[in-house]
């Protein structure tokens, strides 16, 4: 029988480790002179908020149909194409609605760029009359939206940055037509009404008017609403006007509404001039800076249990010894192979020598990256889109080995009563069900973390971090 000494440790969240140091020690009269202990050094920095883990979603809301001039709407499509055409990676995605007096989704779902280059032809065709109806498309890429973020996985919807893009002809009349557009917020069909309005044609043109500009900036508002309601990462409506020779300032001045509810700049252009205008916008992923948010040391191969340290070769949550005690192979973490680390079973009541199949997943899928697959996540009740189901700054596997709950946030609870919340107890690797407070003051894990300036040309946080006083024990190598 061969042992050797093996540790693996886990960082989370997921840094960028550069110049690391790493050395095994002893304590003097703690340890017998053994070298049991390990200490890790180095600078991190969080990720850039680039790649495709941050996905950025385009609705591009055409004007079409009667009126619309073949010209401009040549020039849309070819603009979209060569857009488009920049863009032949996952990160980017795009949705296409054609809009008059209603709104059509000619893509009804985010797609890549070869896709929607295919249903382009489509808004080329597109054949409609009636009062022009801004407000239609805005409401449908609402639709288009909301159903994206609440289908998408939590955590994908948190970095992605969502725009719509309403390219305008002429002016909207909803409030002209509430036959076509029901549901009109109260406070803008009050401006419709306002005393003086029934004056003159021109009077309740204008009053009209001044209806439909609060109806677009309240719907805008709706959009923006989205962010919050579904934790989504970002979004914007970026309007584009096009111009005639002469141009029409109720459009001017509908066009300015939507951005600054929208949280953009208005852009105008010509016929001429559509294709680099939409080219020159921002469709850049999720500008917001991202943080450390805890910095966590954890060795699988160690299990704490009573104040006590147990070897774990295959670093499933279960014990070497229990693992022999159960008929278990403790170097291999799933000992009947159906894609369910043995711990994950024992804790639901699961049998980790009978080949259980779950439905509606996929071992192989690991879709938040936090190392439990979807099925073992599924078994778990934890969310297989989010690598912290909680919230409490503790990952979910680790959470699977350490004892705790993955749904229930414990930063706040001590189940042990040893005065050390549950998160701390994981952090210094100790048992949050023992209250062991000399095994946390004799094994407790050490951090230190001091900021460093920011690099690079998106200022990413970075830090000088050192963990200590990470126990090993020896584990076997084959049995």
């Known amino acids: 029988m061969r042992f050797s000494p093996r540790v693996a440790w886990l960082l989370v969240p997921a840094l960028l480790l550069s110049c690391s140091d790493a050395g095994l020690y002893a304590l003097d009269r703690r340890s017998g002179g053994s070298r049991d202990r390990a200490s890790f050094e180095g600078d991190v920095c969080v990720p850039e908020a680039t790649g495709d883990a941050f996905p950025v979603k385009v609705i591009f809301a055409l004007q079409g149909g009667s009126g619309v001039e073949t010209e401009l709407v040549g020039y849309a499509v070819d603009g979209l194409t060569t857009l488009t055409s920049r863009f032949t990676g996952p990160q980017l995605r795009f949705g296409l609605v054609a809009f008059h007096s209603v709104a059509t989704g000619l893509q009804g779902s985010y797609t890549d760029a070869a896709s929607f280059q295919a249903v382009l032809p489509r808004y080329a065709s597109y054949q409609q009359q009636g009062p022009i109806s801004i407000r239609s498309a805005l409401r449908l890429a609402k639709s288009l939206m909301s159903g994206d973020m609440q289908a998408a996985c939590r955590g994908e919807v948190a970095r992605s940055r969502y725009i719509v893009v309403p390219v305008i002809r002429s002016s909207d009349v909803s409030c002209d037509n509430p ?140 014990g ?133 300036p920011p690099v690079g040309t998106n200022n990413r946080a970075c830090y000088r971090t050192r963990v200590e006083n990470v126990s090993m024990v020896p584990t076997p190598v084959s049995y």
């Open 320 to 452: 070497d010894d229990d693992e022999r005690a159960l008929g278990l192979d403790p170097t291999v973490s799933d000992t009947d192979q159906d894609g369910l680390m043995d711990g994950v079973e024992l804790r639901m009541g699961l049998d980790p020598l009978a080949v259980d199949i779950i439905n509606g997943c996929s071992v192989v899928l690991d879709t938040d990256g936090d190392r439990l697959n979807d099925c073992e996540e599924r078994v778990l009740g934890t969310d297989p889109c989010v690598g912290d189901t909680d919230g409490d700054g503790l990952p979910d596997l680790v959470e699977a080995l350490s004892q705790t709950n993955p749904l229930v946030p414990e930063d706040l609870l001590d189940s042990d009563r040893d005065g050390l919340s549950n998160v701390a107890e994981v952090e210094a690797h100790g048992d949050p069900l023992s209250a062991d407070r000399d095994f946390h003051r004799e094994r407790g894990y050490g951090y230190s973390i001091v900021p460093l």
């Open 179 to 318: 036959a076509y557009n029901i549901g009109i917020d109260s406070r803008c069909t009050a401006l419709a009404q306002a005393a003086g309005c029934n004056g003159t044609p021109e009077s309740q043109a204008q009053c009209n008017a001044s209806c439909s500009q609060c109806e677009l900036t309240a719907v805008v508002g709706e959009l923006k609403a989205l962010a919050e309601q579904f934790g989504a990462g970002e979004v914007s409506i970026q309007p584009v006007y096009v111009r005639g020779a002469v141009p029409d300032p109720v459009t001017r001045l509908q066009v300015a509404a939507i951005a600054n509810a929208g949280g953009s700049e208005p852009v105008e252009t010509d016929f001429a001039g559509l294709p680099n205008a939409l080219a020159r916008l921002d469709y850049g992923s999720l500008d917001n800076a991202l943080k450390l948010k805890r910095f966590l040391a954890f060795n699988r191969n160690v299990q704490v249990r009573n104040g006590q340290m147990l070897a774990d070769s295959d670093g499933d949550g279960v």
